[in-house]
């Protein structure tokens, strides 16, 4: 019973590298959603999708790309890192949108040098 | 869209004191409501939820909160809180019909002996 995994928990970058967060959930739950976590900003979107092979941009989703190739999977890939993308992310799943709420990861803490 | 208001970002309080941290929410359709706890370096976990029905909700941990539609509120409360309390609590909400949830910048909880 794993839930929601998040891997890797720690990772540090230098500036242009790129890399991918990874994502999965063992529940068959169709909506995936990707937050990063900074102080005093709360939790906000990067990008979320609804069921396989459909994505869409939340409220902060420059720099990153998604993809949804199998309901389990939800990859956060960052194209060119940067400093402004120091934070930690999470990843959360929730069986459709609305009344049952996420089920977050732990968390991977990025450091952009 | 839907938007969440924290008012305040700390609360210190002593040890079998009572607690309530306010949250506000702004929606033109009606919503669910969600309060979730954030453990240090751990993820989200929600604590309750408020889909329709009784106001009042109780959740994890001796918590509960009301659901107030006229004032847009949904404060959380507990009668006595333990030095286990002390975490970051996050409101959140969710369009009934939509498919993202909105977040407060939270509220960290710290619990003085």
């Known amino acids: 019973n794993a839930g929601v995994t998040q891997t890797p928990k720690f990772q540090v970058l230098k500036t242009g590298q790129s890399m991918t967060l990874q994502c999965a959930q063992d529940?068959?739950?169709?909506?995936m959603s990707w937050y990063r976590q900074d102080p005093g900003m709360g939790l906000r979107l990067i990008h979320y999708?609804?069921?396989?092979?459909?994505?869409d941009q939340g409220e902060v989703p420059n720099g990153y790309n998604v993809s949804r190739s199998t309901t389990e999977d939800f990859p956060l890939r960052l194209l060119s890192a940067a400093p402004s993308q120091t934070s930690v992310y999470f990843c959360?799943?929730?069986?459709?949108?609305?009344?049952?709420?996420?089920?977050f990861g732990s968390g991977t803490r990025l450091t952009v040098v | 869209a839907q938007s969440v208001t924290q008012l305040d970002s700390q609360v210190p309080v002593f040890e079998e004191a009572p607690v309530e941290l306010r949250c506000n929410y702004s929606s033109s359709v009606s919503v669910y409501l969600f309060w979730y706890v954030q453990y240090p370096n751990q993820g989200l976990q929600l604590l309750l939820k408020?889909?329709?029905?009784?106001?009042l909700v109780k959740g994890i941990n001796g918590f509960e909160a009301e659901f107030n539609k006229s004032q847009t509120s949904f404060h959380l409360r507990k009668p006595s809180v333990h030095i286990s309390d002390t975490a970051e609590y996050f409101c959140?909400?969710?369009?009934?019909?939509?498919?993202?949830?909105?977040f407060g910048t939270g509220t960290s909880l710290t619990v003085i002996p």
């Open positions: 999708s609804v069921g396989a092979g459909i994505t």
């Open positions: 959360a799943s929730s069986p459709r949108q609305g009344a049952h709420g996420y089920t």
């Open positions: 529940m068959n739950h169709e909506y």
């Open positions: 959140a909400v969710s369009a009934e019909t939509g498919n993202q949830f909105y």
């Open positions: 408020y889909l329709s029905g009784s106001t």
